[in-house]
């Protein structure tokens, strides 16, 4: 990774401001994104904001005069080597590798700040299903705490709804992005690390649904329900897993024919003569969770799910990806197998997996105790979300 020193740290503050001034008046007119211009009453800095869309970086940027450097995952380091390799040449992100240890990326952003200049860093590691902010990382507080300089939450507001993490497609309606406090690190000093964390969860916090009850917005696009399976897994109506499918502004069940309707405005409706089960995607993951909660429970040995024509990639470094295979991904209560076309089988003990994350859309991504990075890719969508669940469950 390139340091983050003299003409390297003047090189990567050009271009922020640069970029920063330039795409302002784009993301008002594509995005309708509006801000207050953050004004740090201290430097260095840590800014916690809360994540909605793979554009955030580029929002809280345009509302930023000095300079900072973002936590990123891994995947932008291999977005193709133009890309990847401006990313690093303009912006040198600090890398962080979701199933890891965090240790690593923490000392690096100590070693940033100390150097003097600001971080960024999205306070959940990853962006919500469900338009509700996640859980704050447990070890965000004591690295706030430990770094010695102030801190600042920001909150953006309509991001989910432009952006929801199981769609492909932006809708147009409205986004807010804010500094919500400014804390000392003499404020800071005085807390312990769990009423640091409660406090940034408490800035951060955004249920998309409740700020549309309170000011509804339209977000308007094409296929606005397309892909919603990859959170809704379970079908509130015959009980099935992996049954949904979607297109344009429906969804349905093709084994019960159920069908319901996505509008506009993030709500649920029915497309039947049957009344909807739960109006929102957030009341419907609540209600899925505990029945798959209930099938591991009352689960033995056998297989939960699974899901086929799914492709098993080896990361090898940032830069280089190497196929395994193609197959079919089945869960058990212990591990998770991949199966091959002519029968060959690996299997993922979960006693040797740290984390089982997702990343984007539907790319699992997890490492092996043995350090061997994988992730598990579809170019077709599918119920990616309940093998985080059902990790989460088990573990």
Not at 112 to 129: D, Q
Not at 171 to 200: C, F, H, P, W
Not at 333 to 359: C, H, Q, W, Y
Not at 365 to 383: L, Q
């Amino acid at each position: 990774m390139a340091d983050r020193k003299s003409n390297d740290v003047k090189r990567h503050r050009f271009w922020f401001s640069f970029f920063g001034g330039l795409v302002k008046p784009i993301l008002h007119i594509k995005f309708r994104f509006s801000s207050q211009p953050v004004e740090p009453q201290f430097s260095p800095y840590i800014l916690l904001a809360n994540h909605t869309t793979d554009w955030d970086p580029v929002f809280i940027a345009s509302s930023l005069k000095d300079h900072v450097y973002f936590v990123a995952s891994e995947h932008v380091m291999r977005l193709g080597s133009f890309l990847s390799g401006a990313i690093k040449y303009i912006f040198n992100p600090i890398i962080r590798v979701k199933g890891m240890t965090e240790s690593r990326c923490a000392m690096e952003i100590l070693k940033t700040l100390r150097r003097g200049s600001s971080v960024g860093i999205f306070a959940e590691g990853n962006r919500s299903y469900t338009g509700v902010t996640g859980a704050i990382l447990p070890s965000t507080g004591k690295l706030v705490k430990r770094s010695g300089v102030g801190l600042i939450t920001y909150r953006m507001i309509g991001g989910y709804l432009t952006s929801p993490r199981w769609s492909r497609r932006m809708r147009r309606g409205k986004i807010t992005g804010n500094v919500v406090g400014q804390y000392s690190a003499e404020q800071l000093a005085g807390m312990t690390d769990d009423e640091v964390n409660e406090l940034i969860a408490r800035d951060l916090h955004v249920d998309a649904i409740a700020e549309q009850r309170t000011e509804p917005v339209a977000f308007k696009g094409k296929g606005i329900a397309e892909d919603i399976q990859v959170e809704l897994y379970t079908c509130p109506r015959c009980g099935k897993l992996d049954t949904i499918d979607s297109g344009g502004d429906r969804f349905w069940c093709r084994e019960c024919g159920a069908r319901y309707r996505y509008s506009e405005y993030g709500y649920i409706s029915s497309d039947d003569d049957n009344d909807v089960e739960f109006e929102t995607v957030l009341d419907w993951d609540r209600w899925q969770a505990e029945k798959l909660r209930g099938r591991i429970e009352a689960s033995k040995d056998g297989e939960l799910f699974a899901d086929s024509g799914l492709t098993l990639l080896e990361i090898k470094s940032a830069s280089e990806t190497e196929k395994v295979s193609d197959g079919r991904l089945a869960f058990f209560r212990d591990r998770m197998t991949f199966t091959d076309s002519v029968g060959n089988e690996i299997p993922f003990k979960f006693a040797e997996i740290g984390d089982l994350s997702v990343l984007g859309q539907m790319t699992l991504t997890f490492v092996t105790s043995d350090n061997r990075h994988y992730e598990i890719v579809s170019d077709h969508p599918y119920g990616a979300a309940k093998y985080r669940e059902a990790f989460l469950i088990l573990k």
